[in-house]
């Protein structure tokens, strides 16, 4: 039988003694993605039953001695909420499904708590990986918290403190700036995350923007990552397929210190690209799978990834209807709607797998062709008729694939249909940003059926910009290319790409997008080294775009010889 959370909390009554069930209710890891699907979801009335069973030679009481093994971490603050996670194991020694860990959370205004406006209990398991997820609520607008959490037995035993910050009230006015540090595509065992440490220790943005690819499913010594250069060793050592496969990689991911320091410290929005499930994935595959390879066929593998995200990642699940939903939209005050989109693992049509490039190339503009699917197509068309009704000054709209190149040609349709939305409406001020290609472009939004009425030089004909940053660490299509080579790529891209201003597909790192009422601001940063941990970056470009302008202001604010620094 499949319980609501209605039934369950009516249940409550019978096992107050430890309220187990309502614990569990509280964290938000049973309820997300997959709630009442079977298999995949938690039924967490049997769970509590499991727990308060006498006869299992537990006391059906919570662990005493606890270990926030991964720290902490925020996202998807609205302008009243956020998401708080921790993970909180028994200590030490084995323990097994009977066991169940209760923590506290707390939400002040300072950092040493005097101030506390929120607090509240949950309960986690074995079932859950012990990771615990809340949405403290009733929050102020645009304001910084702090957080954190503790052993309900033992209040003394108590993870770090995290700091968050909502965003503006919607459609309010915003009083400062709203800056973002964007990131894609760290890979573990190809380097150090100097990447998120840096800025995070600079104080440099107030918001985590991640594009994807936050994790890697390959085996990594040699198999897409180079641990003799990095001494980086991930758990499992090999492909990973099964749900327990991805928690254990997720743990690793997340014990590198600058990654964890930059989660406690801002809230992040994140969605993932194709490797948080495989390579190259489409709705019902990836390039390395085509069913049951791995010993796993894909819809189980899939599944498995998609629920150790909803683990470990502080994200919310914005339709309990739709588990593999994660495009959704955030107004930012009356500054910017932040909207968010998955053209990868929702509804994605087949696309290169590497042995069909030609065949898919020839049906690219097939008009049932798509990278969203009709569903989230429709819905995106809807939120810029609702920013542009409403008035919003800017659309920053965070993707994958980089918008303006070869990318989208595997279903051309869906590019254009954003284009036309965007004529229909008139509606400018659009900020594309994208990750996925481990190399930094900056492009004026051009629709490509209409480049006639395109001036490269003055920008008219432009809808606004878009900003592909580089990878974490994950390497350069161009590594096996000397510098030279490089260079001349480069200036051959710009040269024959009009609406391209610049490509530099040398250095690692990160950018930092400014959001301001006069205009957009981007600042691209590279990391010198991340064969070990260090705080070594150079300003390597910037890009603004002005209200109303809808193309990047000339001349660009670029460095040139960074590059050649390496
Ligand atoms: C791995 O790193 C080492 C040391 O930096 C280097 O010599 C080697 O070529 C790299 N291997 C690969 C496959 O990139
Ligand atoms: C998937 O199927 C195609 C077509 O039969 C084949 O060429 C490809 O090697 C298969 N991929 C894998 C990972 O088995
Ligand atoms: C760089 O590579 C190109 C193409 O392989 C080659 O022609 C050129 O001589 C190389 N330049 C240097 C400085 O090694
Ligand atoms: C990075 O640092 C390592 C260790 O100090 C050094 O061997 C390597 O040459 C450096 N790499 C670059 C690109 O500077
Ligand atoms: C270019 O941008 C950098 C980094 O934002 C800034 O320090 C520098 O003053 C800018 N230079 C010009 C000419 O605008
Ligand atoms: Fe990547």
């Known amino acids: 039988m499949r319980v609501t959370l209605l039934s369950v909390l009516a249940a409550a009554g019978h096992v107050t003694a430890f309220a187990q069930d309502e614990g569990l209710a509280g964290n938000l890891v049973y309820r997300s993605p997959y709630q009442n699907i079977p298999e995949l979801g938690h039924e967490i009335q049997s769970i509590a039953r499991r727990l308060t069973k006498r006869s299992n030679g537990v006391s059906g009481d919570y662990v005493k001695d606890i270990t926030f093994t991964h720290n902490v971490a925020s996202g998807d603050p609205d302008h009243e909420s956020v998401i708080l996670w921790t993970r909180a194991t028994p200590k030490e020694g084995t323990y097994s499904k009977s066991h169940s860990v209760c923590v506290t959370y707390s939400v002040a205004t300072d950092d040493k708590f005097k101030k506390i406006v929120k607090?509240?209990?949950?309960?986690?398991?074995?079932?859950?990986?012990?990771?615990?997820?809340?949405?403290?609520?009733?929050?102020?607008?645009?304001?910084?918290?702090?957080?954190?959490?503790?052993?309900?037995?033992?209040?003394?035993?108590?993870?770090?403190?995290?700091?968050?910050?909502?965003?503006?009230?919607?459609?309010?006015?915003?009083?400062a700036d709203l800056k973002f540090a964007v990131f894609s595509c760290s890979n573990f065992p190809f380097g150090y995350f100097n990447a998120y440490g840096i800025p995070a220790r600079q104080q440099k943005m107030d918001y985590v923007l991640h594009l994807g690819d936050y994790i890697y499913e390959y085996a990594g010594d040699g198999d897409y990552g180079n641990v003799t250069a990095t001494g980086r060793y991930q758990q499992p050592e090999k492909i990973i397929a099964t749900l327990e496969d991805y928690r254990l990689r997720y743990g690793t991911y997340r014990s590198d210190p600058d990654l964890a320091y930059a989660h406690a410290q801002y809230p992040w929005y994140v969605i993932w690209d194709d490797h948080e499930v495989a390579d190259n994935t489409w709705k019902?595959?990836?390039?390395?799978?085509?069913?049951?390879?791995?010993?796993?066929?894909?819809?189980?593998?899939?599944?498995?990834?998609?629920?150790?995200?909803?683990?470990?990642?502080?994200?919310?699940?914005?339709?309990?209807?739709?588990?593999?939903?994660?495009?959704?939209?955030?107004?930012?005050?009356?500054?910017?709607?932040?909207?968010?989109?998955?053209?990868?693992?929702?509804?994605?049509?087949?696309?290169?797998?590497?042995?069909?490039?030609?065949?898919?190339?020839?049906?690219?503009?097939?008009?049932?062709?798509?990278?969203?699917?009709?569903?989230?197509?429709?819905?995106?068309?809807?939120?810029?008729?609702?920013?542009?009704?409403?008035?919003?000054?800017?659309?920053?709209?965070?993707?994958?694939?980089?918008?303006?190149?070869?990318?989208?040609?595997?279903?051309?349709?869906?590019?254009?249909?954003?284009?036309?939305?965007?004529?229909?409406?008139?509606?400018?001020?659009?900020?594309?940003?994208?990750?996925?290609?481990?190399?930094?472009?900056?492009?004026?939004?051009?629709?490509?059926?209409?480049?006639?009425?395109?001036?490269?030089?003055?920008?008219?004909?432009?809808?606004?910009?878009?900003?592909?940053?580089?990878?974490?660490?994950?390497?350069?299509?161009?590594?096996?290319?000397?510098?030279?080579?490089?260079?001349?790529?480069?200036?051959?891209?710009?040269?024959?790409?009009?609406?391209?201003?610049?490509?530099?597909v040398t250095w690692r790192g990160y950018y930092l997008l400014n959001v301001g009422e006069k205009s957009v601001k981007a600042d691209y940063w590279g990391v010198k080294n991340i064969t070990y941990r260090n705080d070594q970056e150079t300003w390597l470009a910037s890009f603004s775009i002005d209200d109303g302008a809808n193309h990047l202001k000339r001349p660009f604010n670029v460095s040139t010889g960074a590059a050649e620094q390496l």
């Open 119 to 175: 607090d509240g209990h949950a309960v986690t398991t074995a079932d859950v990986d012990f990771t615990v997820k809340v949405e403290a609520k009733g929050l102020k607008p645009f304001t910084t918290y702090y957080y954190k959490f503790a052993n309900c037995k033992a209040s003394k035993q108590e993870s770090s403190v995290g700091r968050t910050k909502t965003v503006p009230a919607p459609n309010s006015k915003v009083p």
């Open 284 to 504: 019902d595959g990836s390039a390395h799978q085509n069913d049951t390879e791995l010993g796993v066929w894909f819809e189980k593998r899939k599944g498995g990834a998609v629920q150790a995200y909803f683990e470990w990642m502080p994200i919310r699940q914005v339709d309990k209807k739709d588990p593999l939903r994660i495009f959704r939209s955030f107004n930012l005050g009356n500054r910017a709607d932040l909207i968010l989109l998955d053209t990868r693992q929702y509804d994605r049509d087949i696309t290169d797998m590497y042995y069909n490039t030609a065949a898919i190339k020839a049906i690219a503009k097939d008009p049932t062709r798509s990278l969203m699917g009709p569903i989230q197509e429709k819905w995106l068309m809807d939120e810029l008729k609702k920013s542009a009704k409403q008035k919003t000054k800017w659309r920053i709209i965070g993707q994958q694939l980089e918008f303006n190149r070869l990318d989208y040609s595997a279903a051309q349709p869906g590019r254009d249909g954003v284009y036309d939305q965007l004529a229909k409406l008139k509606l400018g001020n659009n900020i594309v940003l994208a990750g996925d290609v481990h190399s930094i472009w900056a492009w004026d939004l051009v629709d490509d059926r209409n480049f006639a009425g395109y001036d490269a030089k003055s920008g008219e004909g432009s809808w606004g910009a878009e900003f592909v940053g580089t990878a974490v660490t994950s390497p350069s299509p161009y590594a096996s290319v000397n510098a030279t080579s490089r260079a001349f790529g480069e200036k051959l891209l710009v040269g024959s790409n009009p609406a391209l201003k610049w490509t530099e």
